[in-house]
């Protein structure tokens, strides 16, 4: 087979890895706390000298930095994070990373997301408020208060999710290891009465959905081609 199969047939298998995690960023552009997946590739080189071809790799999967814009709900239970950071949930999956603070408090006074996962403090236990004295305040630093009682502290996290990386619900990312408390931070806190909303650009997303589209209609053409020719050469080698 000519090697332009092959480097054409790379090219498809990343674009259509870059299909998929358009159209996820696509549709979770109203996903609270979620964060857009990029894509790296690189030039893979076999040979040498005139021999050399370059084929695209597969492509790591990595999470965008970006910070969603935040929108004020004004319910005590919903926070979100200032900063680089994350809320640590417990989940049967393990310890998952999420900036989707819209949390809730059950009848026996356990901090958990709107799941149903218990909400973790920086030591990695479960926050426990006591349910009868209603909703806590929040300082910027995550620590909570029932009253001038100190009940508790959000956990937040220095987290990094790696290259193709395990997704938990809608914005939640699954820890790999053990995720490092932030402490003692200027730049990472908690603003309550707030949620952050996804940092997916909608606009930006779908133009680059259709020019991947058409680059992988392209691709595919050329195959067509490149097989049609192949059929033709072995037609008219096999007459004679």
């Known amino acids: 087979?000519?090697?332009?199969?092959?480097?054409?047939?790379?090219?498809?298998?990343?674009?259509?890895?870059?299909?998929?995690?358009?159209?996820?960023?696509?549709?979770?552009?109203?996903?609270?706390?979620?964060?857009?997946?990029g894509v790296k590739f690189q030039d893979v080189?076999?040979?040498?000298?005139?021999k050399a071809l370059s084929f695209v790799s597969s492509g790591d999967s990595y999470l965008s930095t970006a910070a969603g814009p935040l929108r004020q709900t004004g319910n005590p239970?919903?926070?979100?994070?200032?900063?680089?950071?994350?809320?640590?949930?417990?989940?049967?999956?393990?310890?998952?990373?999420?900036?989707?603070?819209r949390f809730t408090v059950t009848e026996n006074g356990e901090l958990v997301t709107i799941e149903g996962y218990p909400v973790l403090d920086a030591g990695g236990a479960p926050i426990q408020l006591d349910p009868r004295n209603g909703a806590p305040?929040?300082?910027?630093?995550?620590?909570?208060?029932?009253?001038?009682?100190l009940v508790g502290a959000l956990g937040l996290f220095a987290f990094d999710p790696g290259t193709d990386f395990v997704r938990f619900g809608n914005s939640g990312i699954v820890s790999q290891g053990p995720p490092e408390p932030?402490?003692?931070?200027?730049?990472?806190?908690?603003?309550q009465g707030f949620?952050?909303?996804?940092?997916?650009?909608?606009?930006?997303?779908?133009?680059?959905l259709i020019m991947v589209q058409?680059?992988?209609?392209?691709?595919?053409?050329?195959?067509?081609?490149?097989?049609?020719?192949?059929?033709?050469?072995?037609?008219?080698?096999?007459?004679?």
């Open 1 to 37: 087979m000519q090697t332009g199969l092959y480097v054409t047939l790379s090219s498809q298998i990343a674009l259509e890895k870059r299909l998929n995690t358009i159209a996820d960023n696509v549709a979770n552009t109203s996903t609270v706390g979620f964060r857009a997946t």
């Open 45 to 50: 080189v076999t040979g040498t000298d005139d």
């Open 77 to 101: 239970f919903d926070f979100a994070i200032r900063g680089e950071a994350w809320f640590g949930i417990e989940t049967p999956a393990g310890t998952v990373m999420t900036r989707d603070g």
């Open 137 to 149: 305040s929040a300082s910027a630093d995550g620590s909570l208060r029932q009253g001038d009682n």
């Open 182 to 191: 932030v402490v003692d931070r200027m730049d990472a806190g908690v603003a």
């Open 195 to 208: 949620v952050e909303e996804s940092n997916v650009n909608p606009m930006l997303e779908i133009t680059r």
């Open 214 to 240: 058409r680059a992988f209609e392209n691709g595919a053409a050329l195959l067509r081609d490149t097989e049609s020719s192949y059929d033709d050469a072995i037609k008219t080698l096999g007459s004679k």
